[in-house]
């Protein structure tokens, strides 16, 4: 089963789905999605981006 991500730009939540799936709909490449989730990305941003977080199962 893929991984599920959950896209926010700020507090506002944008979509939740694969990272196919989210890239499709926002037009970027699957990677970017996966860029994302990376802490050095979320300590430059400053609000104003799409952030993304790994939905974790159990």
């Given amino acids: ?12 939540f944008i ?3 694969t ?3 989210l890239a499709n709909k926002l037009g970027v490449l699957r ?12 300590r430059k941003n400053k609000g104003n981006s799409l952030i993304a977080i790994r939905i974790e199962d159990d």
């Fill in 1 to 12: 089963m893929a991984a599920e991500y959950a896209v926010y730009k700020g507090d506002q």
């Fill in 15 to 17: 979509d939740l789905g």
């Fill in 19 to 21: 990272a196919d799936y």
């Fill in 31 to 42: 990677k970017t999605i996966w860029y994302w989730t990376a802490p050095a990305y979320w």
